[in-house]
């Protein structure tokens, strides 16, 4: 069965450094990935997604994310913090046999001026 | 015009209650999902319908009962509303077969009181 971890529940960096949120995956079979962003008080948005084509996927926001299948791992990155970054963040795998996404526990991005 | 919308957004109510979370898109998918969301953000999926048929349900108690209309809504009824209940309840829709990108609605927080 598919499986997401999120390592670290809250992540904090300053305005400008580089934000790296780290996601692992277990998937038996080839995965498609995500990302998602929740704001305060808000739905989830999609950030980027990886569906076995370019492995650097680029998203929305200024955030990218690479598929590294020998890691198992798709870590959510951007190279300068801005203060609307701070949100909740997703990591999420697709199970197709079952028709529907696995999401790991989330990460909370916190910006600190 | 808003893709994935949910009505109330908020809903207060007492113990032993009963209420309906009503949630519509017009994104011409096939496929919605209920998921619940706690206090600490963690993502839970409760039920899915595919054209009206329902293809997941997930450890739920019996007092959820969704329904789905036609594939484009799918309403929430609870029953017997406990204060476990409270959180945030969020629809999301997608297309079957796509790479499981879904979108989500705003979400409504319930609080059981």
């Known amino acids: 069965a598919q499986s997401v971890t999120q390592l670290g529940s809250h992540v904090s960096v300053s305005e400008g450094a580089l934000v790296l949120l780290r996601c692992n995956y277990s998937s038996s079979v080839p995965p498609y990935l995500f990302w998602y962003v929740q704001y305060p008080n808000q739905g989830l948005q999609l950030l980027l997604k990886?569906?076995?084509?370019?492995?650097l996927v680029k998203g929305i926001n200024g955030f990218e994310a690479e598929f590294k299948k020998s890691e198992t791992s798709f870590h959510l990155t951007k190279p300068s913090a801005h203060m609307s970054d701070a949100a909740e963040y997703f990591c999420?795998?697709?199970?197709?046999?079952?028709?529907?996404?696995?999401f790991g526990q989330g990460t909370r991005l916190t910006i600190n001026p | 015009d808003t893709a994935v919308s949910q009505t109330p957004k908020y809903l207060v109510t007492q113990m032993g209650n009963d209420k309906s979370i009503k949630c519509e898109q017009n994104l011409g998918h096939d496929t919605m999902y209920w998921y619940k969301q706690d206090s600490k953000k963690f993502l839970k999926i409760m039920f899915s319908y595919n054209n009206k048929e329902l293809i997941i349900n997930e450890t739920v108690p019996n007092r959820f009962s969704p329904k789905s209309p036609d594939k484009a809504h799918l309403n929430l009824h609870i029953n017997s509303l406990e204060l476990g209940d409270s959180a945030v309840y969020f629809c999301?829709?997608?297309?079957?077969?796509?790479?499981?990108?879904?979108?989500f609605g705003p979400g409504t927080r319930l609080t059981v009181t």
């Open positions: 990886y569906t076995s084509a370019a492995t």
């Open positions: 999420a795998v697709s199970d197709l046999r079952a028709q529907k996404l696995v």
């Open positions: 999301a829709s997608m297309m079957r077969g796509s790479p499981h990108e879904q979108y």
